[in-house]
């Protein structure tokens, strides 16, 4: 089966402007997530769709992100703006069972703010 | 939220056997243990779930102690292609509130 996929897969951009990532995950898994995995760490949870809902966003930072899954499928995630603190590399993940997985990751979007 | 706990690093041989132990001393009763992989510029693989005594598959083996406050994932044989980073999450099977929290993981170096 296809994997998550994901792009773009690196994303340079300067301070204060805009990004948007895009997730498709593996056909027939009803929950997305978003994760943010900075250097050295662990991925951290930034939320949580069943199909088109979003389950669990009390990680998102909602001044300046959001993210949508229209229709159950594909998942974008924006930051508006972004900060320099915001360089980490944005991971999707789906899963047929939404409470231990198993999670399948895409490989990730590496985001640098200059 | 059960938090878990393992070591920052280890270092092996290839050929040896590998075991890492993960403490999650407040588990849950309907928390699994899930153990994943993750290499360099990759997203996390899983490898392994179970719930009690011993889980082995094609890649790994998973002990259970009888208390459940930790696990053991072994690698057996490990080689140079092991190095990588194991994560070990506990978590409600089909709990619609979990959040599926990952520590900073234990990094493997496989040496020749």
């Known amino acids: 089966e296809a994997g998550v996929v994901q792009s773009p897969r690196y994303k340079i951009i300067e301070k204060k402007q805009p990004v948007a990532f895009w997730c498709n995950p593996i056909?027939?898994?009803?929950?997305l997530y978003w994760y943010r995995q900075n250097l050295g760490q662990g991925p951290e949870l930034l939320i949580r769709y069943e199909n088109e809902e979003a389950v669990d966003d009390s990680q998102l930072p909602k001044d300046r992100f959001s993210a949508e899954r229209l229709k159950g499928v594909d998942s974008t995630l924006k930051i508006q703006p972004a900060e320099l603190g915001d360089s980490a590399v944005y991971l999707c993940a789906s899963s047929l069972d939404p409470g231990t997985g198993p999670l399948h990751f895409g490989d990730g979007t590496r985001l640098s703010i200059l | 939220l059960a938090k878990t706990t393992q070591p920052i690093s280890m270092d092996s041989y290839e050929g040896q056997e590998v075991n890492i132990t993960c403490s999650h001393n407040n588990i849950a009763t309907n928390d699994y243990i899930t153990w994943y992989q993750q290499f360099p510029s990759q997203g996390p693989r899983f490898i392994i779930q179970?719930?009690?005594t011993k889980v082995t598959n094609e890649v790994a083996s998973l002990f259970i102690p009888a208390d459940r406050k930790s696990s053991t994932l072994s690698l057996p044989r490990v080689s140079l292609s092991d190095t990588a980073v194991y994560y070990c999450?506990?978590?409600?099977?089909?709990?619609?509130?979990?959040?599926?929290?990952f520590g900073t993981g234990t990094l493997l170096a496989v040496q020749p």
């Open positions: 056909s027939g898994h009803n929950t």
């Open positions: 999450l506990v978590g409600e099977k089909g709990g619609a509130t979990n959040k599926l929290i």
């Open positions: 179970g719930y009690k």
